[in-house]
């Protein structure tokens, strides 16, 4: 590829998230109603689309346990399935119980549906005690380490090194403290005029602004975006759509929730340009800057 600036995704491309950010959406649930999904089923929303937000998932997940409750024999297959057919993201998965439950059911377990409590439970088991106080400004009601510490980087010390020769972007749906923290760790630069946090749009994935700005802020013809999702890659195509005189590259990486096979037919169906192992074989892919 010849591209005039590189854009990443932090989780699943950076740092692995399998015990940390996917970890607190499964306890956040058990914490909360006694009883949760698999950590596997995860990617079945990832899947659905719209959930770039790990606390709108979260609230979906814990949706379809109430749901379960009332309705067992509802398969999270079958609810990732009506999510995904009524566009994604957190609205369709409310869609979704309305169209399984009788109305009855239904309201019962929106009055048990507590958003505010799982988000809170989230950070509190993502971010630890420490900077839950820090970076949430509340006081702790669990005593917790954080998962946050439990990352291991996927970027490699000569990777960071090659990427550095071009100019470089950030789009994640993180919060904006969270993505400095990630960043610091991998080792990474990048100045917030470079970056889309949760907090710097309301779009959020797939929406295309975000490449959008970026290709204007490098004043780049060609960009690859390099993510772990179909929400990614389906960014990239929208902001070919949006904008046909640029070109933009969209490439996943099979470090995150989609992997082996399955995750390569997966993203070729969703127009994947290049799929590649881990961040570490793009280099070689991209002609020199």
């Avoid at 994604?88 to 549906?113: C, F, K, M, Y």
Wanted: charged share 30%.
């Amino acid at each position: 590829m010849n591209v005039d600036a590189v854009i990443l995704d932090i989780d699943g491309v950076l740092v692995d998230v399998a015990d940390s950010y996917r970890r607190a959406i499964v306890e956040s649930i058990e914490h909360v109603y006694g009883e949760t999904i698999e950590k596997d089923d995860i990617q079945l929303f990832k899947n659905a689309g719209g959930f770039n937000n790990d606390w709108e998932l979260t609230y979906a997940a814990a949706l379809y346990v109430l749901a379960r409750r009332e309705k067992p024999a509802l398969s999270i297959e079958t609810y990732a399935g009506l999510i995904a057919a009524s566009g994604g993201g957190p609205e369709a998965a409310q869609t979704a119980v309305a169209d399984e439950l009788d109305p009855a059911s239904r309201e019962q377990i929106l009055d048990e549906w507590d958003r505010e409590r799982l988000r809170d439970v989230f950070q509190q088991l993502y971010l630890g005690s420490d900077l839950y106080r820090e970076l949430e400004g509340g006081k702790p009601d669990l005593d917790t380490e954080g998962f946050i510490h439990d990352e291991p980087v996927l970027l490699s010390p000569e990777t960071r090194e090659a990427l550095e020769a071009w100019p470089l972007g950030v789009v994640t749906g993180r919060p904006a403290a969270e993505a400095d923290i990630a960043l610091e760790r991998v080792g990474l630069d990048i100045p917030d005029e470079h970056r889309f946090t949760m907090d710097d749009w309301e779009e959020g994935k797939p929406h295309p602004r975000a490449l959008l700005d970026l290709a204007d802020a490098f004043d780049a013809d060609s960009l690859a975006f390099v993510g772990d999702t179909l929400d990614d890659i389906h960014t990239a195509n929208n902001a070919a759509e949006a904008d046909p005189e640029r070109e933009y590259y969209g490439v996943g990486v099979l470090t995150g929730g989609l992997t082996g096979t399955k995750g390569q037919r997966k993203y070729r169906e969703a127009g994947a340009e290049v799929i590649l192992d881990s961040i570490n074989d793009l280099p070689t892919l991209l002609d020199s800057p």
